[in-house]
């Protein structure tokens, strides 16, 4: 038993032995990458100008996440949906990515005409080098400007300009986007909430029902939601609730 220990024990070495030179063999025939970033003085104006664009370019990829839900018809949505979700009393179903990505969809489909008005009037012309980007810039947020206009209160954008301490403007052009934009998102809260408001109302009832029925049988350590959920979730496939909400949303951006 002992030999047979030894042996194992030198052919494990000779093995050792063997392998190890190979593998330093084949890493040292490994080609290595070699990673250089230069910083140097430019020679041609040109060359700041295209480093600045860059610069800009980032900065404003960085603001998309914000644009896309203050802008948009992103706010309305998710927060009906979170409603929804409430007044059905399911906890974390649907999960967030699902309401999230629900919402990022018909934010699409919602603004895909403003969309188009954008890509016409100021992204194609620009990319045709017919007009500056300054110009595609002010062009490409004339559609946004309207569409936040349809849906912001003339109170709630009084608000901001006042404390802006703006001069009263004479047309839409005249206001500045740093009223409209938050204007626009406490009005599309305000219609949210109303929306939320509606959905409550037929679960709240169902769950009245529930509560006061098993209070008259006495059954007081039973917790009232274990049994209108069922209820709940019935009344809401049964009227085909999720059709009529996103109808209700997106009917409301028209």
Do not use: C
Not at 101 to 123: C, N, Q
Not at 166 to 186: G, H, K, Q, S, Y
Not at 192 to 219: N, R, W
Not at 231 to 236: A, V
């Amino acid at each position: 038993m002992r030999k047979m220990k030894s042996k194992l024990f030198l052919l494990a070495l000779v093995v050792v032995f063997l392998v190890l030179p190979a593998a330093n063999a084949k890493a040292e025939t490994l080609p290595i990458p070699n990673l250089n970033i230069n910083v140097g003085t430019a020679s041609d104006p040109q060359e700041v100008v295209g480093s600045l664009q860059l610069l800009i370019l980032l900065t404003v990829l960085t603001l998309v996440p914000a644009i896309l839900v203050l802008m948009t018809s992103f706010t309305r949505i998710v927060v009906v949906l979170s409603f929804m979700r409430s007044a059905l009393a399911t906890q974390q179903t649907p999960p967030n990515q699902v309401l999230i990505g629900l919402a990022l969809l018909l934010t699409i489909f919602i603004m895909s005409p403003v969309y188009d008005d954008i890509k016409t009037t100021a992204v194609e012309p620009y990319l045709n080098e017919e007009i500056s980007q300054s110009e595609a810039l002010e062009l490409g947020a004339e559609p946004l400007r309207e569409f936040m206009f349809r849906h912001t209160r003339e109170k709630d954008l009084a608000l901001f300009l006042n404390i802006a301490k703006v001069p009263r403007p004479e047309t839409r052009a005249d206001v500045p986007l740093n009223a409209l934009i938050p204007a626009f998102v406490i009005s599309e809260l305000k219609t949210a909430f109303q929306m939320g408001f509606m959905l409550f109302i037929p679960f709240l009832i169902v769950d009245m029902v529930v509560a006061s029925t098993l209070m008259s049988m006495g059954m007081f350590m039973l917790p009232p939601v274990m049994i209108s959920l069922p209820f709940k979730l019935l009344l809401f496939v049964m009227v085909d609730g999720w059709h009529l909400v996103i109808k209700s949303v997106v009917e409301s951006f028209s």
